[in-house]
């Protein structure tokens, strides 16, 4: 069975810097993708990053620059760093896993990020 934690989360000024950590129960090189999404209020949940099992990443346009996601094979976790936090990213924030064969998703319960201005 696959688990997901999700941690990291808080409340950082506008301007500020948080990071995210996902850790994985066994090995994350079951996944072809990793990634991060999140959701505000009444908005639907979108994606943030992604990172493959190769390496590459995607961004959403909205944190390019701004965000970066990582992944440390070792410890089985996945990680995104929050740097010139804005207002608008203010979310919870997800983790989220596709296993690679079969392509089922997993995600994680949610971590709280919230941005004050």
Known sequence: ??????SGGGLV????SLRLSCAASGSI?????MGWYRQ????????VASIITGGNTNYADSVK???TISRDNARNTVYLQMDSLKP?????YFCNAILSGNG??????????????
């Not at 608008?88 to 919870?92: G, I, L, P, S």
């Open 13 to 16: 000024q506008s301007g500020g």
């Open 88 to 92: 608008e990213d203010t979310a919870v």
């Open 65 to 67: 620059g701004r965000f």
């Open 104 to 117: 089922w998703h997993y995600w994680g319960q949610g971590t709280q990020v919230t941005v004050s201005s």
């Open 29 to 33: 090189f079951r996944f072809n993708t």
């Open 1 to 6: 069975q696959v688990q997901l934690v999700e």
């Open 40 to 47: 505000a209020p009444g908005k639907q949940r979108e994606l």
